[in-house]
């Protein structure tokens, strides 16, 4: 791994599942705690020399970087109270789904990097995926900082056109949740056809997992590896013949994504 550029101070605004995976990998990638100040309502410890708060400081130290990691809708309310305190030397970096940046920017106005990211929750074991995306008037060296901070979590992504975003939000943000199902009706599928209910749970995760490390490895794109585990005339055809059937596989992945989708689009619309 390369060097990572960290900030010379982190203040998290909300610390829960996917915030505090994020720290979580920082920490153990190096992060100096002591640089790092978590705020949550909830004042619940984060980790060993992190600082938690419940309220505002009346400053936030030079050159801080804020990562808002609340629910999207505390917006206003947490803008009322930060924006206060964020001057030009204060980057802001937002995982709030469905929220664009213009929307940020109308509520801090002051700080010269805004960065919208968008994880997700493999971030904590360094194989996540996270998407960035900013506008011009961001400084390179912003976003060179960004790029930094976030590449020890995983694959990195820039966005060139934020219209993409909620697409990319249903894609990777969203995405562990709908592979989790899928882990889960492999199994319940395995235990209908009459498998142990905690074998089918066993083999459905370990055969994900095998699959998923080989399809990241290999040469092959994902279609031809499936080719190669089906012989002709074979068992493994028959049921790629009923995945494959009228696209069915891929219809309901797509009215998936789209569902997601319109939901960050409705989320933009109501602000
Ligand atoms: N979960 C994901 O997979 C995922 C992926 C990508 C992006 N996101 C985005 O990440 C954000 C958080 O989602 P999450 O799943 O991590 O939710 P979560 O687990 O409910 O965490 C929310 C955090 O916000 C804190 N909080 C609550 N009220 C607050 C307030 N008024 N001011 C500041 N902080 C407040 C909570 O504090 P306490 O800890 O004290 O309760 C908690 O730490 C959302 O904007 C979401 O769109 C989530």
Redesign the pocket.
């Given at each position: 791994m390369t060097d990572i550029f960290w900030p010379d101070h982190l203040f998290l605004?909300?610390?829960?599942?996917?915030?505090?995976q994020m720290l979580a990998r920082w920490l153990d990638c190096g992060l100096d705690p002591a640089r790092v100040t978590v705020?949550?309502?909830?004042?619940?410890p984060v980790a060993d020399g992190v600082r938690v708060v419940t309220g505002y400081p009346v400053a936030l130290p030079a050159d801080t970087t804020v990562l808002?990691?609340?629910?999207?809708y505390?917006i206003a309310?947490?803008a009322a109270s930060l924006a206060p305190l964020c001057g030009e030397d204060t980057d802001i970096v937002s995982?709030?789904?469905?929220?664009p940046l213009a929307g940020l920017r109308a509520y801090f106005p002051a700080p010269r990097a805004l960065i919208r990211a968008?994880?997700?929750?493999p971030v904590g074991i360094g194989q996540g995926v996270t998407a960035l995306y900013t506008d011009a008037a961001v400084p390179v060296q912003a976003r060179e900082a960004a790029t930094s901070l976030i590449s020890p979590l995983g694959l990195v992504e820039w966005i060139a056109d934020e219209a993409r975003f909620n697409e990319i939000?249903a894609l990777s943000?969203?995405g562990?949740?709908f592979l989790f199902r899928f882990i889960d009706a492999l199994a319940r599928a395995g235990e209908a056809l009459g498998l142990p209910a905690d074998q089918a749970a066993r083999m459905a995760l370990a055969t994900v997992e095998g699959a998923a490390s080989m399809a990241a490895r290999a040469s092959d794109s994902p279609g031809a590896l499936a080719d190669r585990v089906a012989s002709p005339g074979g068992m493994t055809r028959q049921g790629l013949n009923v995945l494959d059937a009228d696209d069915r596989l891929l219809k309901l992945l797509t009215d998936t994504l789209s569902a997601a989708r319109d939901r960050g689009e409705e989320m933009a619309r109501e602000g």
């Open positions: 605004v909300g610390c829960g599942n996917m915030a505090g705020l949550r309502p909830s004042g619940k808002l990691g609340m629910k999207p505390q309310d947490v995982i709030l789904a469905g929220t968008m994880p997700n929750l939000t943000g969203c562990p949740a």
